[in-house]
């Protein structure tokens, strides 16, 4: 038997002097019985009564241990609320017939209401309908008698916070589900550093841009989009002209300070629609959507240039830093998203080979002898 249900007639006998009381008298009165009997020498009712008055008192015995058993049960919930209280996790035991029979302090402050509001109610009553509805599957099957783990997020105090909860199934001797114990910790914290490092994991650390696995995602679905609306996309690969002096020259730290400069010229430079990340050391690229022409590409080049032609400070000192840029048209023929990036990258040595300070553009015309084929194709 669970202590969190509590037989019905265990609960009365927790009034130890009436049901005493009650067979004591009994127990007297069949000795009087007894006595009568045996002065009106009627020997089988003295023999019955005097029967009688010992299962009187085997009574008293059972009672004084049912009792005994009552307290015992009562001092272990007493202890159980006690030990739940001092949890921080919300801890909850609900019947088949889902109403509450247990709740510690921390689910009754969590839900906002007194244990009398709780306890003995139905969970729809008690948190709702909507939140009933809405997690009544896990506890079916709870009931069912399967373990269930979830997670879920709610609004407390005008933040948004996430919890982990679990439904334990609770069954009888007979192996019969008589109820659920349900767990629910506030993952809040934990939640937090785990969405930290997934956006670690995808943004550059020094300039705040997105990384190359940020980029690559980027990249996939901006080609996606061009292939479906027919509208131009361009990918520009730059690279800041001779960061390796600056580093020789003032230290690394000096160089830190000229790519978060860089980076925000950048973007700055370029429109709300492109996207900006930063690959790895001096190089960085921009994907250029919806482009109505693609000349756009060597205007929004040129914006960039421009940007970069007001000296940047540099551990304390003017210093010029100019970028070279690598632009490179979606083509048919880009299957992967690399062959564009590598036609790009390509174009941006060309822009290097002239000193830098200059943007090129990769030809834009498919191989011959793919064109050729497409003719084929299209003859047949």
């Known amino acids: 038997m669970k202590i ?220 996606g989009r061009s292939r479906r609306s027919g509208f131009p996309l361009a990918l520009m690969y730059l690279e800041i002209d001779h960061l390796k002096t600056i580093n020789d020259t003032y230290g690394y730290q000096a160089g830190d300070e000229a790519l978060c400069e860089f980076a925000s010229r950048l973007s700055a430079s370029v429109r709300k629609t492109d996207n900006v990340s930063r690959l790895s050391g001096d190089e960085f690229v921009t994907i250029l959507e919806g482009m109505k022409t693609k000349d756009e590409a060597d205007i929004v080049a040129s914006n960039v240039i421009q940007a970069m032609q007001a000296e940047f400070s540099v551990a304390g000192k003017l210093y010029l830093v100019t970028t070279s840029i690598g632009i490179a048209i979606l083509r048919d023929d880009d299957i992967e998203p690399q062959s564009l990036l590598r036609r790009a990258h390509q174009a941006l040595y060309r822009a290097k080979s002239g000193g830098g300070n200059a943007h090129s553009a990769a030809e834009n015309r498919q191989p011959a002898n793919l064109a050729a084929g497409e003719r084929r194709h299209d003859a047949i």
């Open 4 to 223: 969190f249900d509590l037989p019905p007639r265990l609960a009365r006998l927790h009034d130890r002097k009436q049901p005493i009381m009650v067979a004591a008298t009994l127990f007297a009165v069949l000795v009087c019985v007894a006595l009568i009997g045996a002065y009106l020498h009627s020997l089988v009712v003295g023999i019955l009564v005097i029967g009688l008055g010992i299962l009187g008192y085997r009574l008293i015995g059972q009672i004084r241990m049912l009792l005994q058993v009552g307290e015992q049960l009562s001092g272990s919930e007493k202890r159980l609320q006690a030990i739940t209280d001092n949890l921080t996790a919300f801890i909850v035991y609900i019947d088949r017939d889902e109403r509450f029979q247990f709740t510690n302090q921390a689910y009754e402050k969590w839900l906002g209401k007194p244990s009398s509001e709780i306890i003995g109610h139905h969970v729809g009553e008690a948190c709702g309908d909507e939140v009933y509805g809405k997690y009544k599957r896990f506890f079916d099957r709870a009931v069912a008698g399967r373990k269930t783990d979830f997670a879920f997020a709610a609004m407390r105090d005008g933040s948004k916070r996430y919890y982990h909860a679990s439904h334990i199934p609770q069954f009888d001797e007979d192996g019969k589900v008589v109820g659920v114990c349900g767990v629910i910790r506030d993952i809040t914290e934990l939640k937090k550093l785990e969405l930290q490092l997934i956006k670690l994991a995808r943004v550059d650390a020094l300039t705040g841009l997105p990384n190359r696995l940020q980029f690559d995602e980027h990249l996939r679905k901006a080609i």
